[in-house]
């Protein structure tokens, strides 16, 4: 029996039953964005059984979350102009709902962040953060209107983030300076009204964000500059470390390990408060 053979009457049975498996995922998780979607956004924090309370539209999760639909949708658009994987969600009556969502999603946040003054703010990674404006630049570039706008901020904060040096200033890459009203007073929150300013958080070594920012040039289409090689550097070395980690038992491995299943949740469920589960702060 040759090993094509041996495959169609084995292990054939064993991957056309993950596969099922994986679209039943996909379709519960589709449901679930449409189906905590309110008027331009998605609720912060989702919980079973509970009713949801429509916060204020939260320009990270609201981007991360768009994001999410397009590669649920999986349109040439979203996958280079690849042949994606064969899912039929984007032929179903939820895939156009989806797509409306998203529409609806995608104007209020472009609105959102040029009523601030063009420029993102997260409570989690303070402002213009390179996990924010990666997300973005993945919504604006599969977005029908894309404003110049975005595109100039994008552009400009990433190229400011190529220039950082991860090994010795990580905390440069969130912002959560009190922001300056039109007087210069940053004590003075009556005298602007509009302003909100982060809580600060101490930043945790991760190896992926140089790859988020590394990612953003490559979806506007930015060449990096050369120094960029110390962020490759920075994500081999501490990638090695935090794998190292997995073989020593209350590691830093298993911290590592809660953040990678806060954020799985936080996609299944479609909207569930990581911060809750995860406090520490954001990761560098």
Same mark, same amino acid.
């Given at each position: ?18 596969? =099922?498996? %994986? ?9 679930? $964005? ?6 331009? *956004? ?7 059984? /509970? =009713? ?13 979350? %768009? ?8 349109? !040439? ?59 973005? /630049? ?8 894309? !404003?110049?706008? $975005? ?6 904060? =990433?190229?400011? *983030? ?44 991760? =190896?992926? %964000?140089? #790859? ?33 980690? %997995?073989?020593? !038992?209350?590691?830093?491995?298993? #911290? ?11 996609? $299944? ?16």
């Amino acid at each position: 029996m040759t090993a094509l053979e041996s495959y169609l009457t084995g292990d054939v049975l064993s991957d056309r039953g993950d596969i =099922a498996t %994986i679209e039943s995922v996909l379709g519960e998780t589709a449901s679930t $964005i449409e189906m905590t979607f309110k008027d331009t *956004h998605w609720p912060y924090e989702v919980r079973r059984g /509970a =009713a949801l309370t429509v916060g204020k539209l939260s320009q990270s999760t609201t981007a991360m979350m %768009i994001h999410a639909i397009d590669l649920l949708l999986d349109t !040439p658009e979203t996958n280079g102009g690849k042949l994606g994987y064969v899912f039929t969600l984007n032929d179903d009556p939820l895939g156009k709902k989806l797509s409306c969502c998203r529409k609806t999603a995608a104007d209020a946040l472009f609105d959102e962040i040029k009523k601030a003054g063009n420029k993102t703010f997260s409570k989690t990674y303070g402002r213009n953060d390179p996990l924010t404006l990666s997300f973005l /630049a993945e919504v604006w570039l599969h977005s029908g209107s894309k !404003p110049d706008c $975005i595109k100039e901020l994008i552009s400009t904060k =990433a190229n400011e *983030h190529m220039q950082l040096d991860l090994a010795k200033d990580a905390e440069s890459f969130f912002d959560f300076n009190p922001e300056s009203t039109s007087n210069g007073d940053h004590s003075n929150a009556a005298s602007n009204a509009s302003r909100v300013d982060p809580s600060r958080s101490t930043p945790l070594t991760n =190896a992926f %964000i140089p #790859l988020r920012v590394l990612r953003t040039c490559r979806v506007i289409g930015l060449d990096p500059p050369k120094g960029y090689r110390i962020h490759l550097r920075y994500f081999e070395s501490t990638l090695h470390d935090q794998l190292s980690f %997995i073989s020593i !038992p209350d590691s830093r491995w298993i #911290l590592l390990k809660k953040v990678e299943a806060s954020c799985d949740r936080y996609l $299944i469920a479609g909207g569930g408060n990581v911060e809750a589960e995860w406090e520490q702060g954001p990761a560098v």
